[in-house]
């Protein structure tokens, strides 16, 4: 079930980065959609959709992946240095 679980959670990112995709690129062929009043508008909002999508992604995989233990020492706190 949790794996269900976060199929989910990572699809929700995987489809606004690919709206944000689909912004830009009818931007960049001059298609304006409704919400947006101008193209430039549109495209800078395609850009937040897609590198907020994108962000969550790497975020989760980066993640899981500390959490298995399979990224490098650098990424892991170190007890023996207190500030």
Same mark, same amino acid.
């Given at each position: *079930?949790?794996?269900?679980?976060?199929?989910?959670?990572?699809?929700?990112?995987?489809?606004?980065?690919?709206?944000?995709? %689909?912004? *830009?690129?009818?931007? +960049?062929?001059?298609?304006?959609?409704?919400?947006?009043? @101008?193209?430039?508008?549109?495209?800078?909002? #395609?850009?937040?959709? +897609?590198?907020? #999508?994108?962000?969550? *992604?790497?975020? /989760?995989? /980066?993640?899981?992946? %500390? %959490?298995?233990? !399979?990224?490098?020492? @650098? /990424?892991? !706190? !170190?007890?023996?240095?207190?500030?």
């Amino acid at each position: *079930m949790g794996r269900v679980i976060a199929l989910f959670l990572i699809l929700i990112p995987i489809v606004g980065a690919g709206y944000g995709i %689909k912004l *830009m690129r009818d931007a +960049f062929f001059l298609v304006e959609l409704f919400p947006y009043p @101008t193209l430039w508008i549109q495209f800078f909002a #395609g850009l937040l959709f +897609f590198l907020i #999508g994108l962000g969550l *992604m790497a975020g /989760f995989i /980066f993640h899981r992946d %500390k %959490k298995r233990g !399979k990224v490098a020492e @650098t /990424f892991f !706190k !170190k007890d023996d240095q207190q500030l």
